[in-house]
């Protein structure tokens, strides 16, 4: 394994701090690097349940039927997963070069990937739980480009991530390379119990909570019904990891500001450290559920372009990234005042005549614009209200259906990057939307020409 | 490059005062109103080939259909029955006809400084405004309806998903000066997310 390493492997578990620092400082300069070698252990780490489930299942249908079947493919199979693995590690390695990080890795079909480190939209620092018991963690690049693979250093020594991620930081901003990592200032951080309390009354959890027990009580009263519940166990434990998903990812996250943006840093087993860069949001949700307004909660969630949907982690992919799983207004007011600067308030109200179109949803139409951001509200239960950087705005629309011409009023969208938000500012009487129909697009062309930059 | 009405009867209407007593605003003061503002622009219409191409579309679908149903009543039960359903599939086809006629005409778009606008439906309608620099790609497409009449849909893409600037049924010639239009100004504009 080690024959064939190049010079300066980083992290070679013998090397001691200094030296790592320094073969960091070297791979900003040049030269080919390997990862961490125990990370395909890591990488494995996924696949060694099924692993075990393997031999275990074997073992059983050995013991009954006594016979060898299995007992020289079993071994077979964890040698070719260790073996995919060290080669895989073999065969990658990494450079940063000209302002440009890229990988190459695959042995039968190569690839060579470069990341252009200017275009990078968010760092994070993710680290596994066999990772973090390993001291390793992964560094994943986020880029721009909605449907193209995220860059994946996995995995390094996490001093050596931590720095890493800081120098390409540092580099995606045009600061001098050898810049000392940016004091942070720590904004707050998610107390534990809160967190709880709110997954308890946010959003399905009341629901979930409900169906758990209903099944419970239905098992234990009628004892038949068991192995009709087969299904609702399956069912449950999809409910449990989702519940634990949400739980892990808001677990004592701290949000820190720093002068590259705010970091982010939350987890229970499995931590992930992320940085959102100042002036790369492309839009920001405000979400007040149902039974969190009597207390005053609300959610902070932010759409920064090239959050990547990984098949790993299902659903949770495809929601934005949640900067304040729950805070109280102030908070979510002052970490918007800092990722989406002059954002106004949702002060003016959908014409009287659009009850008749939204019945539902009426009372929580409202929207609002100042010459950088324009905000909107809606929702039927919950109050969803999202703000818009007019520099982020990819396209304006006007639609209006038959019934909305009928009452004049029409709905106007500014399209963001990506697929999950955009502003929909729902039933405004037409005056109003022509009236920003003529104004937006000068506004967004002036946004765009002077950027937000703190 | 004349402006195209969307709606006809505008002509005909009065200004209606404004006042928030009235719950409901006359339609056709409405239309007048957006025709107005539309009427600002320098609207291009896609190719007149557009509804030839429509209705050929239509009549591919529509007469085949019509004489297999035709055919198969005729069959199967009478003669009259036979021609009903004949005559039924082409009354549909001929008020789809009129649907299609009246969905071409409100197709539009106009290429002003630094945006795109492009307007289109008829029941729901749709502006989009595209600013140049916002473009990462534009593409041409002609399917074999599309290269029969000599026609090409251009398409002007964004990051965002939901933008939707597409423009059927323009000239092939006048589809490549849109695309090398569209790509110059794109580059000239180009501001990054």
Redesign the interface.
């Known amino acids: 394994m080690n024959g064939s390493a190049p010079d300066a492997a980083v992290g070679e578990p013998a090397t001691n701090e200094p030296a790592t620092n320094d073969q960091v400082a070297d791979g900003v300069a040049g030269g080919w690097h390997r990862l961490h070698p125990l990370s395909p252990l890591v990488r494995a780490g996924r696949h060694v349940a099924v692993i075990l489930i393997i031999m275990l299942s074997g073992q059983v249908t050995r013991q009954q039927d006594g016979g060898t079947a299995g007992r020289y493919w079993e071994p077979a199979v964890v040698a070719m997963v260790v073996l995919v693995g060290v080669v895989s590690w073999l065969v990658t390695r990494w450079q940063i070069d000209n302002r440009t990080l890229r990988i190459e890795t695959g042995l039968l079909r190569r690839s060579s990937q470069r990341y252009p480190l200017a275009q990078i939209q968010a760092i994070d620092l993710v680290e596994s739980g066999l990772a973090r018991l390993l001291g390793l963690a992964e560094l994943r690049l986020r880029m721009a480009a909605s449907t193209g693979t995220t860059g994946r250093l996995a995995c390094l020594r996490k001093s050596d991530a931590e720095i890493l991620r800081a120098r390409l930081l540092a580099l995606a901003h045009g600061v001098a390379e050898d810049a000392p990592p940016p004091p942070a200032q720590l904004l707050f951080a998610v107390s534990t119990r809160r967190l709880v309390a709110s997954m308890v009354f946010g959003g399905w959890g009341t629901v979930q909570i409900f169906l758990a027990v209903g099944l419970t009580v239905v098992a234990t009263v009628i004892p038949a019904a068991v192995g009709a519940l087969g299904g609702a166990v399956a069912f449950a434990i999809g409910l449990a990891t989702s519940f634990w998903r949400q739980f892990n990812s808001g677990f004592e996250l701290t949000v820190s500001a720093a002068a590259d943006g705010l970091h982010l840093r939350s987890g229970a087993v499995q931590t992930a450290s992320e940085t959102i860069p100042f002036g790369r949001v492309q839009a920001a949700r405000l979400v007040e559920p149902l039974l969190w307004r009597p207390f005053g909660w609300c959610r902070l969630e932010v759409e920064v372009a090239g959050r990547r949907v990984r098949k790993e982690n299902g659903p949770e992919g495809r929601q934005l990234r949640v900067i304040l799983p729950v805070g109280d207004h102030d908070q979510a007011r002052y970490l918007l005042s800092r990722l989406v600067p002059g954002a106004p308030a949702a002060d003016r109200r959908a014409p009287a005549r659009a009850r008749w179109k939204t019945p539902l949803s009426y009372h929580f139409l409202a929207w609002g614009s100042s010459d950088r951001c324009v905000v909107a509200t809606s929702g039927r239960l919950r109050r969803v209200t999202q703000w818009v950087p007019l520099e982020k705005v990819q396209s304006i629309r006007r639609v209006q259906g038959p019934f909305q011409r009928t009452l004049g009023l029409a709905t106007l969208h500014l399209d963001t990057a990506g697929r999950s938000v955009h502003a929909k500012l729902t039933d405004l009487g037409i005056d109003d939307v022509d009236r920003q129909l003529s104004i937006l697009p000068g506004l967004c062309r002036a946004a765009r020409q002077s950027p937000y930059r703190p | 490059m004349t402006p195209c009405s969307v709606d006809d009867n505008d002509a005909r209407c009065l200004p209606r005062p404004r006042d928030a007593t009235s719950?409901?605003?006359s339609?056709l003061?409405?239309?007048q109103?957006?025709d107005r503002?539309n009427d600002d622009q320098d609207w291009t219409a896609p190719s007149a080939r557009l509804l030839a191409m429509r209705r050929t579309q239509l009549a591919v679908v529509a007469v085949p259909s019509a004489v297999t149903a035709g055919l198969l009543g005729a069959i199967l039960g009478s003669t009259w029955l036979g021609a009903e359903l004949a005559l039924a599939i082409a009354a549909v086809a001929v008020i789809w006809e009129r649907i299609l006629h009246r969905r071409v005409k409100a197709w539009a778009y106009a290429e002003r400084d630094?945006?795109l606008l492009v307007r289109q439906g008829i029941?729901?309608?749709?502006?989009?405004?595209?600013?140049y620099?916002?473009m990462q790609f534009v593409d041409i497409t002609a399917g074999p309806f599309e290269r029969m009449f000599g026609l090409a849909t251009v398409r002007m893409h964004?990051?965002?998903?939901?933008?939707?600037?597409r423009i059927p049924g323009l000239a092939a010639n006048e589809a490549s000066r849109l695309r090398d239009a569209l790509a110059r100004l794109g580059e000239a504009r180009a501001?990054?997310?």
Do not use: K, Y
């Open positions: 719950l409901l605003p339609a003061t409405h239309s109103r957006m503002m630094d945006d029941m729901v309608r749709r502006l989009s405004v595209v600013p620099g916002r964004t990051a965002a998903a939901a933008s939707d600037a501001a990054g997310l």
